[in-house]
């Protein structure tokens, strides 16, 4: 894919310049947003989101069998996907961690430039191996394979509780620093009566940042399994993450209603796992496999492919989530 500098630089600049907006607005009035503001700043990146992908379509088109544009939805889809699972530890955190939900908007916002900047390091990072090391497919698709089987064996053990606030780094600081119990806005440090304590919201920060490293192990593996173009790559996890504050206070206590979401996440990662090995035999050279030959006779999956199997299987686990929620509120209404 040819992507000119001014591309790059424009993308970059736009990124940047939306953050910085919201960062100037968030700050000047931190507030737990309204149903409309949420639902209307969610409407703007989604459209935005699908407006590049056509746009992708009519300026960059296809090369080698590749269609750039299905490749950024697919990519797409997969990381927003993945961004709302992302979201339940979210508020297990805030919880946890009893952030107000004034602030709530501040300390997501700290989060998703995080994780930009982790993301942004992964994809550099993957990109490069990649590039180099064709064998790191066969890596990656073997993650993705025990991620979605760690995911169904979470599910079928009824394993709901997580606590990202004991992640190892945080019980560290907490036993290191002398934080106070005041939240003072995004102020990490503060004095009262002389004594110097850190904020709360350090430990929110430190604690948004191990998760989103955690979280950027799971989607950079997955998205290099349906293009290895930087460019889609880096797009579709900005367009992901933008809408994430929004999406966080839209949906609420409708994530809880999608009870199937890591089902359907897991034959996701699981599938594009499989396309990743698939992958990999095709560009085989480890010695020891075909004698170091590309293995050509095994199928290798479209992107056109890719993308219907996405969308298919997020619309059977939204469907299948929200009939169950509305039969078990049925059956308890019933015994009620």
Not at 86 to 106: D, G, K, S, T, W
Not at 156 to 180: I, Q, Y
Not at 208 to 227: K, R, V
Request: include cysteine; aromatic fraction near 12%.
């Amino acid at each position: 894919m040819d992507v000119s500098l001014l591309e790059w630089t424009i993308t970059i600049a736009v990124t940047v310049g939306v953050l910085l907006f919201d960062v100037v607005v968030i700050a000047r009035n931190p507030h737990e947003p309204s149903m409309k503001e949420c639902a209307v700043a969610l409407s703007i990146y989604v459209g935005a989101a699908i407006a590049f992908g056509c746009w992708i379509f009519l300026f960059h088109g296809s090369a080698d069998g590749h269609n750039f544009g299905v490749e950024f939805f697919a990519g797409w889809l997969t990381e927003y996907s993945l961004s709302i699972d992302n979201l339940f530890v979210f508020i297990i955190l805030m919880n946890a961690l009893a952030v107000p939900r004034h602030l709530q908007q501040e300390a997501l916002m700290v989060g998703i430039i995080l994780a930009l900047v982790f993301r942004a390091i992964f994809i550099a990072a993957g990109y490069t191996l990649i590039e180099n090391f064709s064998w790191v497919f066969y890596i990656f698709g073997a993650f993705l394979v025990y991620t979605a089987y760690t995911l169904v064996k979470s599910y079928r053990d009824h394993d709901d509780e997580e606590h990202p606030e004991e992640n190892a780094v945080v019980l560290f600081a907490r036993r290191r620093l002398n934080v106070g119990e005041e939240f003072q806005g995004l102020k990490l440090w503060y004095r009262l009566e002389g004594i110097r304590f850190v904020s709360p919201m350090l430990i929110v920060i430190i604690a948004l940042g191990t998760t989103d490293i955690l979280f950027a192990l799971d989607s950079i593996p997955a998205i290099f399994g349906i293009t290895q173009e930087p460019y889609l790559v880096f797009t579709a996890n900005v367009f992901a993450l933008m809408g994430l504050r929004q999406l966080y206070f839209l949906l609420g206590g409708l994530l809880q209603r999608l009870v199937y979401l890591s089902l359907g996440l897991s034959f996701i990662l699981a599938f594009i796992g499989v396309k990743l090995v698939l992958h990999a035999l095709h560009e085989n050279e480890l010695p020891f496999l075909n004698g170091g030959e590309h293995i050509t006779a095994v199928p290798e999956i479209s992107s056109l492919v890719s993308l219907g199997v996405i969308v298919l299987t997020l619309v059977v686990t939204a469907v299948a989530s929200l009939a169950k929620d509305r039969r078990d509120t049925e059956r308890d209404e019933a015994e009620v």
